[in-house]
């Protein structure tokens, strides 16, 4: 038995009520901060409710006002003075629309806007509930001209804080040696950002440097001018990204100090513009040649396990047996898929449900069942091996108007390509 009065009691160290301590007060402190926030949220109307897109600013207005000292957060940060490339105008990109449309990208301002006299753009940032407790005006102005078109502008934006702010970011437009100007863009009104594609505001110089790689956008701007028939202007995105790859940094391992080649860190990023590649090349010279450089990238050494190359990977028997289909047209009777040689994929890219319907041992209302993802493309090659050309060119059109995944970048080349085929 334990004789409680003789136990010893274990005394808490000095360091553990210190830190337990600071940890109390931090908790308590931020609870306060959250408290005051929600208080002062309903205490102060938003100052962007006053402020939509098409009335009058100036550099002392309503979003000037200062409703506190400072905000609650102490958010830091401001203006990105290095990131000033964002400041730019480009006269020669025009675009069709019935009024200014800008919207929030990357990390920027872009759109297309028009305006009938010089003046310049520029852009400010402010609280929603504080007012001009952080960033304010931008040190830049953007000078534009007057123009016919709607032309492509974009502009930096000024990044604070780790949350919890109600940061509006606006574009203003003042009028040549005027001090009063109108609001061109709003976060807190925003407006149809449909009207603009990722090629409308696709820009190579953001698809990023040396020590990083955007292959979201490089997947959406090729994706998109594909969708639209531009096949050279994809195979110039392509060409720009392989570039921008093959110039990527190495790596050093922290603990072995050996170098890392960049090419197994950026391993999926390469696979996928390749893959892009190899689906342009569907019926070319150069498809064997393409196919081998893919799967050179997917073989080679990696850094981890990439769900996307394993996926390439897998289709590569059914990407070789369509081009041999198309260069040679071979009767479907006579070469057929060695399905037991398949092996077993993600849904929607399935190689054995593929090719029992490329094969029909499956019909087609049961493989788009099976397969919703790809089902319009290879229902599109099916119907095109046969000469079909009209329903075919119907199911590429569905196909690459639908949004599809980065998984089916091959599928997405390979459908433009081929669209274009039956229009020559």
Known sequence: MINLATRPVRRQ????????????????ALTACSADLEADKQRFPALSKERPIGSKCSLKDSASVRRATEHPLHPT??????????????????????????????GGISGYVKFSEPGYLQARSYDDVYGDVYCGWSPDKLDIKPTKDYVYVSLGTCSVGDGGLEQVHEVSWFPQGK???IIVFSSAHPGDKAKLSATDLYRPDRLGHENQFDDK??????????????????????????????????SVDGTSRKTIPAKEIYQEQWALIQAYRLGLAIGEPSFDSRLEDLASTINGP??????????YKKLFPLYRWLNNKVTKQINTKTEQ???STLERGLVDHEPDTISKFLLGQT???EFRRRSRGSAEFWIGVNNYLQGDKKKASSNFQKFLAQKNSKLLAFEIS?????????KQ
Not at 77 to 103: F, H, I, M, P
Request: glycine content about 6%; proline content about 0%; some cysteine.
């Open 414 to 422: 390979a459908a433009a390509k081929l669209q274009a085929n039956l």
């Open 13 to 28: 160290s000095s360091r553990s009520t210190s830190i337990a301590t600071i940890f109390l007060l931090t908790v308590t």
């Open 302 to 311: 990696s850094r981890g396990s990439y769900r996307d190359c394993d996926t």
């Open 217 to 250: 956008l490089a997947s959406d701007a090729i994706s998109d001018y594909l969708a639209h028939g531009n096949i050279t202007k994809a195979d110039e995105v392509i060409t720009t990204a392989l570039s921008l790859l093959s110039k990527m940094r190495d």
């Open 363 to 365: 019909s087609e209302y």
């Open 179 to 181: 001090i009063d100007g």
């Open 77 to 106: 940060g401001g203006w990105n003075l290095y990131g000033r490339e964002n400041n730019q105008v480009d006269y020669s990109r025009t675009k069709q629309l019935d009024a200014n449309c800008l919207v929030l990208d990357r």
């Open 337 to 339: 898929i060695d399905i």
